[in-house]
C-alpha cells in the first residue's frame, strides 16, 4: 500500500512517501481502508521530536481516521466488514496517513451519515478537545459565562457550538480574519484582540476562561483577572504554563485530550442532527503531506486539512 512515513525523527523532509507492507489485524484490531486522515499540529510535533509521545518508528502519521471496515482481527464482533467508521486512534501507533490502518476495536465508532466520509476524519480529536476543555476541565454549566481566547481555530469553533448548545453566553477574541466565522458559530460576542484590550471590552467577569492561543505568558496571567473567584482558566497551550490565581480560588487547568469512544459517539450523533459543523478548509492527496507538514512547521495552518489516500 501507499503511505507516508518517517523512520527518524527531524523536519519534514524525513517523511518519505511511497509503498509500505499493507498491515494485518491483530486480536482486537480491525484494518480500515481509508477514506482521509485529518492533519493536526501534533503530527508535525510527534515528527520533529518535540511532544513526549513514544511513538514506534518507522511512524505513519494522521491519528485521525475515517474509512471502512476491511478486516476484522479475532474476537471483534461489535464491528463488521464494511462499516464506516471513525477514530481517534492511538497516537504512539502508525495512523491513517496511509491506504490502510489497523488500529483497536474500540478505538472506531460510526461515522457521521450527513457528511461526506472523508470529511468526517476532520472530527474526532479536535472536537474531544473542545469537549474535554469545556466540560471535563472546565466543567461549564447552562448559564455559566465562558471567555474563548483564540476561538478563530478549529478547536474554538467546536467549542463555541458546544458551549452556545449548553446555554452558555460566549464571548470570544478572534482577529478580523476569522471574527465572522466565530460569529457564525454562535459567539454572543467577539473582541478584536488586535485592537482591543480583551479585559476592557468585558461587561463583567466570567466562569471559564478557555485559551487556544500561543499568548506571552505575561498577558496569559494579566487574562486571570477576567475569571470570577472561584473560576477555572483552561489553556490547551501545554507549552505554555496554565495561571491560576490561588488566593481568590481560581483554578488552572492544561487540556491533553484523550481518546473517548462513548463522547466521539455523542459528537457523532450531533452532526447528524445538525447541531455541529464538521470544518474541512483544504483536501490534499496524500502524496503532498510533506509538503503540508513543511507549511505547518514554517508556521500555523488556517482550518482543517484532510489527506486523501
Known amino acids: 500500500m501507499q503511505a507516508v512515513q518517517f523512520s527518524e525523527v527531524g523536519g519534514p523532509e524525513v517523511l518519505r512517501y511511497g509503498e509500505v507492507e499493507q498491515p494485518t489485524p491483530a486480536a482486537g484490531q480491525v484494518r480500515v481502508?481509508?477514506?482521509?486522515?485529518?492533519?493536526?499540529?501534533?503530527d508535525n510535533?510527534?515528527?520533529?521530536?518535540?511532544?513526549?509521545?513514544?511513538?514506534?518508528l518507522p511512524h505513519i502519521p494522521g491519528y485521525d481516521v475515517s474509512g471502512t471496515v476491511d478486516a476484522l482481527g479475532d474476537g471483534v464482533t461489535a464491528l463488521a466488514i464494511g462499516d464506516a467508521v471513525i477514530g481517534f486512534l492511538p497516537m504512539e501507533a502508525d495512523g491513517g496517513a496511509a491506504e490502510y490502518v489497523v488500529a483497536p476495536a474500540e478505538s472506531w465508532v460510526p461515522a457521521?451519515?450527513?457528511?461526506?466520509?472523508?470529511?468526517?476524519?476532520?472530527?474526532?480529536?479536535?472536537?474531544?478537545?473542545?469537549?474535554?476543555?469545556?466540560?471535563?476541565?472546565?466543567?461549564?454549566?447552562?448559564?455559566?459565562?465562558?471567555?474563548?481566547?483564540?476561538?478563530g481555530g478549529v478547536v474554538g469553533k467546536y467549542a463555541i457550538q458546544l458551549a452556545k448548545r449548553a446555554g452558555v453566553h460566549v464571548i470570544a477574541t478572534a482577529s478580523p480574519r476569522s471574527a465572522d466565522d466565530v460569529r457564525a458559530a454562535g459567539a454572543d460576542?467577539?473582541?478584536?484582540?488586535?485592537?482591543?484590550?480583551?479585559?476592557?471590552?468585558?461587561?463583567?467577569?466570567?466562569?471559564?476562561?478557555?485559551?487556544?492561543?500561543?499568548?506571552?505568558?505575561?498577558?496569559?496571567?494579566?487574562?486571570?483577572?477576567?475569571?470570577?473567584?472561584?473560576?477555572?482558566?483552561?489553556?490547551?497551550?501545554?507549552?505554555?504554563a496554565t495561571p491560576g490565581d490561588e488566593s481568590r480560588g481560581v483554578?488552572?487547568?492544561?487540556?491533553?485530550?484523550?481518546?473517548?469512544?462513548?463522547?466521539l459517539a455523542e459528537l457523532v450523533a450531533l452532526v447528524d442532527q445538525g447541531a455541529l459543523t464538521v470544518e474541512v478548509t483544504r483536501r490534499i492527496p496524500l502524496a503532498e503531506l510533506p509538503a503540508l507538514h513543511a507549511e505547518g512547521a514554517a508556521g500555523r495552518i488556517a482550518g482543517k486539512v484532510i489527506v486523501l489516500p
Open 112 to 151: 457521521p451519515t450527513s457528511i461526506p466520509l472523508a470529511d468526517a476524519a476532520a472530527l474526532p480529536s479536535v472536537a474531544l478537545t473542545a469537549w474535554q476543555a469545556l466540560f471535563d476541565d472546565g466543567q461549564l454549566t447552562a448559564g455559566q459565562r465562558l471567555l474563548i481566547v483564540g476561538a
Open 45 to 56: 510535533g510527534m515528527r520533529a521530536g518535540f511532544l513526549p509521545i513514544p511513538i514506534q
Open 251 to 263: 483554578r488552572a487547568a492544561t487540556v491533553f485530550v484523550l481518546p473517548d469512544r462513548e463522547r
Open 33 to 42: 481502508r481509508v477514506a482521509a486522515s485529518a492533519y493536526n499540529a501534533a
Open 189 to 240: 460576542q467577539v473582541v478584536d484582540h488586535t485592537e482591543a484590550d480583551v479585559l476592557g471590552a468585558l461587561d463583567g467577569q466570567v466562569d471559564v476562561l478557555l485559551n487556544l492561543a500561543p499568548l506571552d505568558p505575561e498577558q496569559f496571567a494579566a487574562d486571570v483577572a477576567a475569571v470570577r473567584d472561584g473560576g477555572i482558566v483552561v489553556s490547551t497551550t501545554a507549552f505554555i
